[in-house]
């Protein structure tokens, strides 16, 4: 089992195409903690499930926080470099960042708390690598390199059903506990 956490810039654009603008567009900060479980014994090809839990904020509609889980496929070059494909879904509760009017019955507006929120789901794709920071022992400590592509819904009812935003992560796992095997992968 590993555990570990990434600092991330969020953006709403088009899948995987927008993912230029997250190094010169507006800065949307985003914290992801997160604890991984190896769920086969290969060298070269391993699968990963991933539960996550994060947040995020984009300064012109929202706050969010979630939960989720994905299934990752890692492919081993060595035993220090991988690149890492997931799917994932989860929940997600998002805060507004402006003010929200509702229609009264006798016609009038009243302001509502933006601090309740909405709950809505979120799913995504990952595309990544991993590197392993010390080279005597590779499962120490691991950095992440991950492009996120989510798509969150329902957003605004009929109006915008879903949102779709990508993200980059910057992030580092290690292991959580030290008795394991240095190397518990089986040839």
């Known amino acids: 089992m590993r555990i570990g956490a990434g600092f991330s810039n969020h953006g709403t654009a088009w899948p995987v195409v927008g ?6 567009a507006a ?6 903690i997160i604890a991984e479980k ?6 070269k ?12 904020y984009h300064r012109f509609f929202q706050t969010a926080a979630k939960l989720n889980l994905n299934l990752h496929h890692r492919y081993f070059f060595n035993t220090r470099i991988y690149s890492d494909v997931a799917l994932g879904a989860g929940y997600l509760h998002s805060f507004y960042q402006y003010q929200v009017f509702k229609l ?3 016609g009038t507006y009243v302001k509502e708390s933006g601090i309740k929120g909405r709950p809505q789901f979120i ?3 990952i595309i990544g690598c991993g590197l392993a920071l010390k080279k005597s022992d590779p499962e120490k400590f691991n950095l992440l390199i991950q492009f996120r592509t989510n798509i969150q819904g329902p957003f605004a009812g009929s ?5 779709p935003y990508n993200a980059i992560m910057l992030g580092i796992t290690t292991r959580l ?9 089986a040839k």
């Open 159 to 163: 109006f915008v059903p879903i949102v």
């Open 27 to 32: 800065f949307h900060p985003g914290l992801d």
């Open 45 to 56: 090809n391993q699968w990963w499930a991933e539960l996550g839990i994060g947040t995020f």
């Open 123 to 125: 799913m995504g794709t």
């Open 19 to 24: 993912y230029p603008k997250l190094f010169y």
């Open 177 to 185: 506990n030290k008795c394991e095997k240095k190397n518990e992968t």
């Open 38 to 43: 190896k769920i086969n014994k290969k060298e």
């Open 104 to 106: 009264k019955s006798d």
